[in-house]
């Protein structure tokens, strides 16, 4: 592990302990280089996950990409950010588990919005109009009539 302040490969862990439920180690270090301490996260990685986007191409995936985008959706809403790291995590476990490599952005993009639904509706709106590509008003609009149609049904039935 290098240092990020000189670069310097030689540093001793000071402290270790479990994080995320113990799905990951947080590990406080020290440069015996220049003195300054930093701390890492170590996560155990089942295997390489590939996001195949809308037209194609494949991206490496990056579950710091996917914590900034429920990040910005909750911004100013009141929430606690370790809700998004929990909800991080849960979606990267469920990709791990699924035994799929290979993970279509939509799927993706769908586990997200199904957790900020049940976080936060005005977060839910929000990321849906970014990933949904909302292109106005009308589109909020039928979204939004949407979710209070489905939200009728869910209290007929209940």
Known sequence: MRCPFCGSDDNQVKDSRPVEDGSAVRRRRQCNACGARFTTFERIQLRELVVIKRDGRQAPFDREKLKRSLLIAIRKRGIDQDKIEQIVNGIVRELEISGDTEIDSRRLGALAMKRLAELDEVAYVRFASVYQDFAGVRDF??????????????????
């Open 141 to 158: 609009e039928k979204f939004i009539a949407r979710m209070a149609d489905e939200s009728d049904r869910d209290v007929a039935v209940g």
